[in-house]
């Protein structure tokens, strides 16, 4: 997904709030959620490099900060772990940096342990990845997140009732005229 520029804080939080009421529908449901994205706020916004100096950027930060830290989301969302770099956007030409996307797990109805440690015991875990394409034209990076298998749901599929068996000599006789 991709998230507006911290300087529409309106139709950001309008983003944040449908993407909330969505993980919060389908709790009942047990679903499991990949939320990834340009988010254009971080969650580690200390650690960025002459990023978050305009109050515009520092409200998009603590907009995503309350949209993660939520108490009725809070409980469900997997421990992250990152490996490859902290930096996803970099700007040469400011010489700025920073983690401006992310890859958000949440475990839908599973009420999971307050301690992040306890929950990568437990398997709901996974690793966040940085790589760089190479591409100077482009600023950002790209995420990849390793997720346990084990703990994914097998894709739902459609049954057919009835199964059909193409007879191959017609069809090449009606393919060929």
Not at 74 to 98: D, L, N
Not at 161 to 174: A, E, N, P
Request: no cysteine; charged share 25%; hydrophobic share 35%.
């Amino acid at each position: 997904m991709y998230n507006h520029v911290a300087a529409k804080g309106k139709q950001q939080q309008a983003l944040l709030d449908q993407l909330g009421a969505r993980l919060l529908h389908t709790e009942s449901l047990g679903h499991l959620h990949l939320a990834g994205g340009d988010y254009n706020a971080s969650l580690f916004p200390d650690v960025s490099k002459d990023y978050s100096n305009s109050r515009e950027i520092k409200e998009a930060d603590v907009r995503f900060e309350k949209f993660t830290l939520d108490p009725q989301r809070s409980v469900a969302w997997w421990t992250g772990h990152i490996k490859g770099g902290m930096f996803i956007r970099r700007s040469p030409q400011f010489a700025q940096a920073a983690r401006l996307d992310e890859i958000l797990v949440h475990a839908g109805n599973n009420q999971l342990p307050q301690d992040l440690e306890e929950r990568s015991t437990q398997g709901f875990e996974f690793h966040v990845h940085t790589a760089h394409h190479g591409d100077s034209r482009l600023d950002h990076g790209t995420l990849t997140a390793d997720l346990p298998v084990t703990l994914l749901l097998r894709t739902m599929r459609a049954h057919s009732s009835s199964r059909v068996i193409v007879d191959r000599g017609k069809w090449d006789l009606m393919k060929d005229s």
